[in-house]
């Protein structure tokens, strides 16, 4: 989506959702180009709860997109390389990319803003024209998070490198949003944030933690494919190449890059799930564990995560004491790869 | 003599002590049944009083069996009872130090769905809504 001075984006209404409980109050809007939904209880905190959600968001959007013209990643862009002193919210936001990068090897990577728009992400995904006839342009191999350099809020950057954070942000505003909904509750009850299937708790948790679906697709929420697990605390997401597809010159393009090939990641796993402390670790290695490939399950294993990995013939690989079976709940690790490794500004957490 | 005035055990009271009052008194059979009637008493208390205190107690300890305590559940890795403490409130079947019974799923972690993209412009003063709806997946591969 290219925006202009005179555009404005609107916020979408919350809608309540109702999931069969009445001690937890759902509700659900569209954000980030994708569905945000919150869970809390008690069920009277919602309000309070979409507000401080909507803040994150609203403030995620605006630091991190690299879709609005107004954003402070497209200022960087637009600046073409050089220092800058960025505001907390996009340095704690990069520091995570980093870190990510870092921790997986490279395997996601902050660098892969140009491979994307080779492959014809180049906009707002909802406005891409699914099909067109031309092929896509010559893949571009990200130059590398080596080569950006963030110490605090300051950032060189190299000319020419354009930052795309979307291994990390969902998971980063997942995260944000639970802070941000317990500091506005005052530290009562629980909460769960789920940005586009990333999702992080917080509080004290349902008895057995919280109930979630595990599937590939949205829409395949309830199949026999899909799995029931509780997570009582930290996170866990998904990454998927079902979802974000799109033709060029009769091929089928997907939004995850390997970064070394700038080319779609083509391993044998078409989805892949991981539990971890926070929701930018779970968001960083789902996606880093897509582009391993066939050494997905060696990195997942050093990583001590545990994840649940689907082939592209459906076979199911469960890791790290994943549940094999409906209604267990999810093992995570009190320990913080991305955060850790990253500047967090002072009075963030 | 001491068995004609009762101190069948050589004990003599003290003056002033009361006993003299029962001198002369030799104990009888009643005077035995009287004391154990009174250990007997005393034992059905201390009885009655330590059966409510393990009912209290055992009950405190079901509670939470149906339940994990919050935040060791994931940890833990194994989904049958643990401990941990739960004070359900009257009127309601949720809250306490641990959180509500929720049966039914609340979210679903899976590949981002796109869904709709709403913007708004302002043109020549007029307000301009375009909503882009996307389809989750393409399913022509």
């Known amino acids: ?349 | 003599m001491d068995a004609e005035r009762g101190y069948h055990d050589g004990r003599v009271p003290l003056p002033g002590s009361g006993d003299d009052d029962r001198a002369g008194q030799i104990p009888t059979r009643r005077d035995g049944i009287r004391q154990a009637r009174r250990m007997t008493n005393w034992t059905a208390a201390a009885l009655i009083v330590g059966t409510g205190a393990a009912a209290v107690a055992l009950a405190h300890q079901a509670l939470p069996a149906a339940g994990s305590a919050a935040g060791t559940a994931a940890s833990a890795g194994t989904s049958a009872g643990r401990t941990g403490t739960s004070a359900g409130q009257a009127g309601t079947n949720t809250q306490g130090a641990s959180g509500p019974q929720v049966t039914h799923s609340v979210a679903t972690t899976t590949a981002s769905g796109v869904t709709v993209t709403t913007t708004t412009r302002t043109v020549n003063g007029k307000t301009v809504v375009t909503q882009v709806r996307h389809a989750p997946a393409h399913a022509d591969d």
């Open chain 1, 1 to 349: 989506m290219t925006t202009s001075a005179l555009e404005l984006i609107t916020v979408a209404p919350w809608q309540r959702v109702w999931t069969g409980d009445d001690s937890v109050a759902v509700a659900e809007r569209d954000a980030l180009g994708t569905t945000a939904r919150v869970a809390v209880w008690p069920p009277e905190d919602l309000a309070v709860a979409c507000a401080a959600t909507d803040d994150v968001l609203s403030a995620l959007d605006l630091q991190a997109s690299r879709f609005r013209a107004d954003s402070e990643l497209s200022w960087l862009h637009a600046a073409g390389g050089g220092l800058f002193l960025l505001g907390d919210g996009l340095a704690e936001a990069l520091g995570v990319a980093l870190a990510a990068a870092r921790w997986t090897g490279g395997l996601v990577d902050p660098t892969v803003g140009d491979a994307l728009i080779a492959l014809g992400y180049d906009r707002d995904f909802a406005a891409i024209e699914s099909v067109r006839g031309e092929p896509s342009a010559a893949p571009v191999p990200a130059p590398g998070w080596r080569l950006v350099r963030l110490d605090g809020p300051l950032l060189q950057l190299p000319a020419g490198v354009r930052l795309d954070l979307g291994a990390t942000a969902k998971g980063l505003g997942s995260d944000r949003a639970v802070w941000a909904v317990l500091a506005a509750t005052g530290q009562v009850g629980g909460v769960l944030v789920s940005l586009g299937g990333d999702i992080a708790v917080g509080g004290t948790p349902p008895r057995d933690g919280w109930p979630i679906t595990v599937a590939e697709e949205p829409a395949q929420a309830g199949s026999p494919r899909s799995q029931l697990v509780r997570l009582a605390c930290g996170a866990v997401a998904t990454s998927s190449v079902t979802c974000r597809r799109w033709r060029r010159g009769g091929t089928v393009l997907h939004h995850i890059v390997d970064p070394r090939t700038g080319r779609p990641a083509d391993g044998p796993w078409q989805t892949v799930s991981a539990a971890a402390a926070t929701c930018a670790d779970a968001n960083a290695a789902a996606t880093a564990a897509i582009v391993a490939g066939p050494q997905a399950e060696d990195w997942l294993t050093a990583a001590g995560l545990p994840a649940r990995l689907v082939g592209h013939d459906g076979e199911v690989r469960c890791l790290g004491g994943w549940p094999t079976a409906s209604g267990y709940p999810l093992p995570t690790t009190p320990v913080s790869h991305v955060y850790t490794g990253a500047w967090i500004p002072r009075g963030r957490r």
